[in-house]
């Protein structure tokens, strides 16, 4: 609702004096633009009256003179606000005041975008910047920062590593993966610190748990080489700008306390497709007659007996407030979180204060953040999950006077474990100590207008630990020779970097110039000590202490690595309507050989805003056309130190040589490149920003193309050229082209109390293509890749081959009955014979589909009405290929016989009777595309409680749709559906109150 | 104004501080560059041991562990003796292995294909000794030792240089052996850039005899050296081989060159052991018939090939594991039935002490190959002499014994009977003493009537069987390829079928023709 308040007081002046004063020809209208729900100034706004224009500043306040006397209709205008109209009386030689509340549209973008190194105007942008405000994150238990954009920035698939695990490690792609070997992962940069790769060190989950996302301002996400190439050899995959809450917002003197709090409950949402005990008996009697006496009559859901509803609550308190030149937030989180499977659970106490002052008269701003936390992880103990999927349900749990804690265990020693006794009996936990925090002071200089000096300092500190233990008489133990293991491993982080930067504004007539130049400098060190005891002697001491131990191994590595860059940028704009930027970095890496030490990574962008044209000015509907191109080169040097350096390792007691009657240590070399260089993408990018109808409906429509030369790889060399069969080196090369759209609507615009609906659709198209892994083979060569799964011995089923994907899978062709069932026979009854030689061997696979998904879309909606508000999440995936592991390892009536004791089976067998195992059948590359309502949030919020109330309630993964018959088709990044972590439907609820 | 310009100043200065940080060298932390390991003067010796480590251990982790060829997955298929051991043995009719990982059935039926995975191991583990070898000797030349002040352990080093060359001598002799037509590589080849030439099997088969000759004399004398390390011995042994095969290899018989090296062999102090078995148990490296073994140890050389493989895969059925103080068999590898026939009957218990095979529950003729039919092979046993278990049940300290005395006899008798040197009545004398020993008495002698190659053929198998020279045999006397002799599943035919002649070589794997395009494939591949 607009609220128009005319001071009465200069009305009555302005009548009694009508007659007093000169008579003016003039008025002016002063006034205020502020954000209507939390009362603070807006800046930029154009604000348009008669055919007058102005525009507010940081303060929100504007002036518009020179108006002859009359009422006029107010504009206010400004991105990722309501466009609002006013009326306003004016009469002559008097000023008018005016106050204009303005709502911000719910996926609003923010006039100022941080971009690497500084900030920049959203509308003076060419490249490609997403930001992704904390008004529109994924919403309910999020554990994982990284989860917060999921679906909600085209071209970004964040794929979890482990299935539903509490806070497990994520994957980000943007706009397809740039490498093979080395990480794909984009970097993160939070606060303006660089983060080592994929997040940094990590005890076993994601790196960046320690982040609580209520502390989360935004994320921004740099895509295009245009925007990343300011951070050169780091930015080929993209980067993720993560900025934390800071004080900046609380203008007035004062204190806010803000509590929020919720609790949740998760079950699981689906189950692996197995035999019952009843149709289990029924395939031993039918294919494995002989083992029926191992069978005992009990009737075991390993599956639920391993899960359980999984309950957690999260506590966050914030401290907020300042005075004029200073700004304080303190948040304190406590979050703890079991997970689906038993023995699973995360836990976090996090600090993270922010702290703003100004000195020397506005000039000079300090800016300090510090994050902090504990994360206390508890973890299922490995193979838990298989062996629930393995174990034979018609065994019971326990049996009486079993020498294993009273556990049932088959009595042989190639066989699954007793799931449940793994669950009780073995510890696997992990804590870490984390923390990041950056000084920023950036002074303006006086002797020269508009340029200033920026000197940040930054670090990064990790401890972590992993602690094991698994008792002698576990049955685990036992059938691998290990009888029990105690291990513990220290691995910490420390990194520190300083950068420093002139930045020059300037703006004269038509011409618009804004300069960025400095030097970045960071250095890291980890160290990883661990060790291992095995064969215990007693199970006493636990976790704790390591008693005599047959075998005890330690050891130890240390890595360092330091990178010094120098960086500018130049941006330009004419007429505000022709916009020009360049870049370079030059990077100079101690992971790079001494032939290749320094690289440079240039760029330039052009953009033309068609809409500030006078032939666009009849195109009233059109408010904002803006045509972007951009071109650029960045690099990827997520590699491991020292690869170029022929390392000499030392052989451990257990690999001696036996010379006479003594036992002599070994020392190696190993194969090396000396000349290692980071692997270089240059990208194009074509972009069209768009607004329709006042940015009712607003988004951008993206093309690009990238080619990633020097891929790292480990080549087979000729024999005894080097000091292995293999060397790293850089050799290959790939492509990834791709269109991205986005669209922003206020469908419904119901005004402070009526319905307001915004919706945000992303869509997003990448074909990837592998063009050459060996510069000996002209292209043909291929290399069999990907994780060893599950049955044979190092089987892989994916592969890369020129002219592919990469990690396609790569699998024989199966033919089909009349009625799709797959045959089953000989060899050649069963697949193609491609080459028609007759037989079926290696030459009869071929690469068949991807993981990579073709398209990904999301949706997310944000309604209001009154008091109440809904939103709602949905993620799409099409053409996305999962490899289903556990029905080709379980899924064969021999599987029965492959262990000692039988071992449950796969439902598909019921269906495809295969007697023998068909690993490499294409029938378990199965098309995982899928539609999954994400998450829906219903809130209420309670006006005149405090300083404001809001509860809430949440479901996550409410359902999915998918034609995969595994658990998840979203089964990890590398497409292999291997046991991972059940997802889990979540339901949380809470509350926020401010005091 | 003048704090203006101070403040100005500060953070100029600031500026200029951190860009003196401007160092981006890094030296690796945990382990050693080149530069700095030779600094320590053991470490010629550490590198040394390496060199013999090729042939036992698979990395510098026991049993796995920083693999030395981490692509690929199953760090014990690696294993240099383990490779050449399934290379020499299961094409023949000595050995059938029972496992289906991609490529080991083909290996039973010698109808090999150039991307078969354990040809390929084989081949990079011939080359990785030859590269490691060529390493050393760049670093140990008089003008490095200079470099480093180490002139007074020249002579020591000369020994170790010898000692490598040998070794690289023996890898190119396997090399020969399996593939023929090879790339010679040594240390003048500059390492990294392009890929070598193919050489042919007369160049390869020269370098092999020229370098052993040359260093003879740097080794110590015949039966001198410290265990597990070559002396003159082992050298004129393997001298022995090469020239023993040189009409295969070269197309010209050197027999009577291959007589003169087994003449020094017999000189030596080797003496045949009294009893069979105990050649192949947990403390065999204290017998006095070995010429030349690549040790192992339950608690310091572990690895996942060797005779923990060999011990192990050779268990199975109603075998109990504790009787060959293993912790559990393998269930892999059994006997064919050609070889169990060649011993006195009734074989299952035969009076011939070699024939050491377990038949309980088990058929003799062999099904499948992939099933668990035939007899086991329980040879080597990781329990002592006086019967006690080895120092650990995953892993023998039983060593495998690479040339030994016995294998010297029957090369004399065999040498003795081509004419090349020597009498046959020496050569009687040496067949029965190997069958004395085998009998317990003079029961199984035989006449100088029954002394023939063929005898001879049959005697290698009874005498050597499973120490992996029975393909090289098969192939000198003409009966590998073709049809004059077939055996169970030769050429995948239960019964056997002729094999083609160009299956007498392995072919050189794909992902190799690949990496060096100056190969040419093998005939016939």
């Given at each position: ?232 050899s ?353 990077d100079g890496s101690?992971k790079f050989g001494a032939g290749n030490q320094w690289g ?35 690099g990827n040097q997520?590699f491991?130190?020292?690869a170029q ?28 490149d000396p000349n290692i260089k980071w692997e270089e ?28 030369k020097d891929l790292i ?16 080196t850089n ?265 | ?525």
């Amino acid at each position: 609702m607009h609220r128009v308040r005319v001071c009465l007081v200069a009305l009555i002046a302005t009548v009694a004096a009508a007659g007093q004063l000169a008579a003016q020809a003039t008025g002016t209208v002063r006034g205020r633009t502020v954000n209507a729900t939390t009362n603070e100034p807006i800046a930029l706004v154009t604000v348009r009256i008669a055919d007058r224009t102005a525009q507010s500043d940081s303060d929100g306040r504007f002036v518009v003179s020179g108006l002859a006397a009359g009422t006029y209709a107010v504009r206010a205008n400004v991105l990722g606000y309501r466009q609002v109209t006013d009326t306003v009386s004016v009469g002559a030689g008097q000023t008018s005041e005016i106050e204009i509340p303005m709502y911000p549209m719910a996926l609003a973008l923010e006039a100022l975008v941080v971009t690497g190194y500084g900030e920049q105007e959203r509308r003076d942008l060419t490249g490609v910047v997403d930001e992704v405000p904390a008004e529109t994150f994924n919403t309910g238990r999020v554990i994982a920062p990284e989860e917060l954009i999921k679906g909600k920035v085209a071209g970004v698939q964040v794929a979890e590593a482990n299935g539903g695990e509490p806070g497990g490690g994520i994957s980000i792609r943007i706009r397809g993966g740039t490498s093979v070997t080395s990480s794909n992962e984009p970097l993160y940069v939070i606060d303006g610190v660089p983060m080592p790769v994929g997040g940094g060190l990590s005890a076993g989950r994601s790196p960046l748990n320690f982040l609580n996302p209520n502390d989360i301002e935004s994320f921004t996400i740099l895509k295009d080489a245009s925007s990343t190439a300011i951070y050169g050899s780091q930015g080929a995959n993209g980067v993720v700008m993560i900025t934390t809450k800071s004080g900046r917002g609380v203008r007035d003197t004062g204190w806010d306390l803000t509590y929020r709090g919720t609790f949740s409950g998760s079950v699981v949402s689906s189950r692996p497709a197995l035999l019952t005990a009843t149709e289990f008996r029924t395939a031993v009697q039918n294919q494995a007659p002989d083992l029926i006496d191992y069978l005992s009559n009990a009737d075991t859901d390993w599956n639920q007996e391993v899960q359980q509803s999984a309950f957690g609550q999260e506590h966050t308190m914030v401290v907020a407030g300042g005075t004029q030149s200073t700004n304080v937030r303190a948040s304190f989180g406590y979050l703890s979180q079991e997970g689906v499977v038993q023995a699973s659970k995360n836990e976090r106490l996090s600090l993270n204060v922010a702290f703003n002052q100004l000195l020397f008269d506005d000039r000079l701003s300090l800016q300090a953040n510090v994050v902090g936390s504990r994360v206390a992880d508890r973890f299922t103990p490995g193979g838990v999950i298989g062996n629930a999927n393995n174990f034979a349900p018609t065994q019971p749990i326990t049996e009486e006077g079993s020498p294993y804690g009273g556990y049932f265990e088959w009595d042989a020693t190639r066989t699954a474990v007793n799931p449940v006794a793994q669950i009780n009996r073995i510890s696997d936990e992990g804590t870490t100590y984390r923390s990041v925090g950056n000084v920023t002071a950036e002074y303006d200089l006086a002797f020269v207008e508009g340029l200033s000096a920026t000197a940040r300092f930054g670090y990064l500190a990790t401890s972590s630990e992993r602690r094991f233990f698994a008792p002698s008489t576990d049955k685990n133990q036992i059938n691998r020779g290990l009888y029990g293991t105690v291990s513990r491993s220290n691995p910490t982080e420390y990194g520190s970097l300083f950068d420093g930067f002139l930045t020059y504004n300037r703006m004269f007539d038509v011409h618009s110039l804004n300069l960025t130049a400095g030097y970045a400098y960071q250095q890291r060190r980890q160290d990883s000590p661990s060790f291992y005891a095995q064969d215990l002697s007693s199970d006493l001491l636990g976790l704790n202490g390591v008693p005599s131990a047959e075998l005890q191994q330690t050891s130890l590595f240390v890595e360092e690595s330091k990178l010094a860059s120098w960086f500018a940028r130049a941006n330009y704009s004419l007429n505000d309507r022709y916009l020009f930027t360049a870049t370079i970095r030059a990077d100079g890496s101690s992971k790079f050989g001494a032939g290749n030490q320094w690289g440079t990574f240039p760029s330039a962008a052009v953009a033309w805003r068609v809409s500030e044209e006078r032939f666009m000015d009849g195109a009233d509907f059109l408010s904002d056309l803006k045509l972007r191109l951009s071109w650029g080169k960045n690099g990827n040097q997520a590699f491991s130190s020292y690869a170029q350096y022929k390392q000499y390792v030392y052989g451990d007691p257990q690999a001696q040589v036996q010379f006479g009657n003594d036992f002599v240590s070994t020392v190696r070399p190993s194969a090396a490149d000396p000349n290692i260089k980071w692997e270089e993408t240059s990208s194009w990018n074509l972009g069209i920003d768009y607004g329709l109808w006042n940015n009712r409906v607003f988004g951008a429509i993206e093309f690009y193309t990238k080619e990633t030369k020097d891929l790292i790889f480990d080549v087979i060399v000729a024999a005894g050229t080097n000091l292995s069969n293999s060397v790293i080196t850089n050799v290959g090369t790939m492509k990834n082209k791709g269109v991205e759209l986005t669209l922003n609507a206020g469908v419904f615009e119901g005004g402070r109390d009526g319905f307001t609906w915004d919706a945000n659709f992303n869509f997003a198209y990448n074909k990837n293509e592998l063009v050459q892994i060996n510069p000996f083979a002209g292209g043909a060569e291929q290399l069999l890749w990907g994780p060893f799964i599950s049955g044979g011995v190092g089987t892989q089923v994916q592969v890369l081959r020129p002219g592919y994907p990469i990690n396609s899978f790569f699998v024989f062709q199966h033919k089909l009955d009349s009625d799709g069932t797959p045959i089953v026979g000989t060899d050649l009854e069963m697949y193609e014979d491609l080459n028609d030689d007759g037989v079926i061997d290696q030459d009869d696979r071929r690469p068949f589909e991807s993981p990579a998904p073709d398209w990904i879309i999301g949706h997310t909606s944000l309604m209001r009405f009154q008091s109440f508000d809904l939103s709602f999440t949905m993620l799409a995936q099409i053409g996305s290929y999962v490899y289903n592991n556990v029905a080709s390892s379980t899924g064969f009536y021999d599987q029965l016989r492959n262990s000692d004791r039988p071992n449950n089976l796969h439902r598909s067998v019921l269906e495809n009777e295969f007697v023998t195992p068909q690993y490499q059948s294409d029938v378990y590359v199965e098309d995982a595309s899928f539609l999954r309502l994400q998450n829906i949030e219903l809130g209420y919020t309670l006006g005149g409680v405090l300083n404001g109330m809001r509860l809430f309630g949440v479901v996550q993964n409410v359902f999915t749709i998918t034609g995969y018959s595994g658990i998840d088709p979203t089964s990890t990044v590398t497409g292999i559906d291997n046991n991972i972590y059940p997802r889990s439907r979540t339901f949380t609820g809470g509350l926020s109150v401010t005091f | 104004m003048r704090t203006q310009q101070i403040r100005t100043l500060c953070i100029g200065a600031v500026l200029l501080a951190a860009v003196s940080g401007c160092d981006i060298t890094t030296e690796p932390k945990s382990t050693v560059g080149a530069a700095a390991v030779f600094a320590d003067p053991g470490s010629y010796e550490a590198f040394l041991a390496k060199l013999y480590g090729g042939l036992s251990l698979t990395g510098q982790v026991g049993p796995n562990g920083q693999g030395d060829f981490p692509t690929y997955s199953d760090e014990g298929f690696t294993q240099y003796s383990r490779q050449l051991w399934q290379l020499q043995e299961l094409p023949t009719d000595e050995a059938v292995i029972g496992w289906g990982d991609v490529g080991l059935p083909e290996l039973v039926t010698g109808l090999f294909s150039s991307s078969n995975q354990f040809v390929q191991m084989m081949y990079y583990r011939v080359f990785y000794q030859v590269a490691l070898v060529n390493e050393f000797l760049r670093e140990t030349t008089d003008e490095k030792l200079a470099e480093r002040g180490h002139t007074d352990l020249a002579n020591q080093i000369a020994q170790y240089r010898a000692e490598a060359r040998f070794l690289r001598a023996l890898s190119y002799w396997h090399g020969l052996d399996l593939w023929g037509n090879i790339p010679l590589v040594d240390e003048t080849f500059p390492e990294g850039a392009t890929p070598p030439e193919q050489s042919t099997k007369e160049e390869i088969f020269q370098f092999v005899v020229s370098e052993l000759t040359a260093v003879r004399d740097e080794l110590p004398g015949v039966g001198a050296g410290e265990y597990g390390r070559a002396d003159q011995g082992a050298l004129a042994m393997l001298l022995a081989k090469v020239y023993m095969n040189a009409e295969v290899y070269v197309g010209t018989p050197r027999y009577s060159d291959a007589f003169s090296e087994i003449q020094r062999v017999l000189g030596g102090p080797y003496a045949i052991h009294g009893d069979y078995q105990e050649l192949f148990l947990a403390d065999n490296d204290q017998v006095n018939e070995t010429i030349f073994a690549v040790p192992y140890d339950g608690l310091s050389t572990k690895t996942w090939g060797g005779t923990t493989f060999l011990a192990h895969a050779g268990c199975g059925g109603s075998i109990d594991p504790a009787d060959l103080g293993l912790d559990f068999c393998w269930w892999g590898l059994r006997v064919k039935p050609e070889l169990v026939l060649m011993y006195e009957a009734p074989q299952e218990d035969s009076p011939d002490g070699r024939a050491i095979f377990w038949s309980d529950g088990q058929s003799l003729e062999i099904g499948a190959i992939q099933s668990n039919d035939g007899y086991w092979g329980p040879k080597y046993k990781n329990i002592t002499s006086g019967g006690a278990v080895g120092s650990n049940t995953t892993h023998p300290d039983t060593d495998f014994p690479m040339f030994r005395l016995a294998d010297a006899y029957l090369m004399y008798a065999e040498l003795a009977l081509r004419g090349a040197g020597g009498n046959t009545g020496e050569a009687l004398n040496y067949v029965n003493e190997l069958r004395e020993r085998a009998y317990g008495d003079q029961s199984g002698n035989i006449t100088a009537g029954e002394l023939t190659l063929d005898f001879i053929l049959d005697e290698r198998a009874r005498e050597l069987w499973w120490e992996g020279h029975r393909r090289t045999d098969l192939i000198r006397f003409g009966q590998f390829t073709g049809g004059s002799y077939l055996w169970s599943w030769k050429a995948n035919v239960q019964n056997g079928a002729p094999l083609d002649e160009h299956y007498a070589l392995y072919p050189i794997p794909a992902s190799e023709l690949v990496a060096n395009p100056n190969l040419q494939q093998n005939d016939g591949y």
